[in-house]
């Protein structure tokens, strides 16, 4: 199984952080690469980006609708 099966099939059975994960480590992102990258990383360290004012929830989310458009995603 390819890893974009891999992280298809993990949208599709509801594991949005396990798709971003998948793609985090992806090297050609495009335009998407910079939201899905930071939203890994706010929902790993989400202590760090609370501390310098930024709100993991929402780069987590933004990160999610960058996949989502990527990869035609349903939402």
């Known amino acids: ?27 050609d992102l495009g335009a998407h690469a910079d939201p899905i990258r ?13 501390q310098i004012k930024k709100d993991p929830e929402a780069l987590i989310a933004a990160g999610f609708a960058a996949l989502a458009d990527r990869y035609k995603l349903e939402a």
């Open 38 to 50: 930071r939203a890994w990383d706010a929902h790993k360290n989400a202590a760090f980006y609370r």
């Open 1 to 27: 199984m390819t890893k974009l099966a891999q992280l298809k099939a993990a949208w599709a059975a509801g594991d949005q952080i396990g798709a971003l994960r998948i793609a985090s480590r992806f090297g």
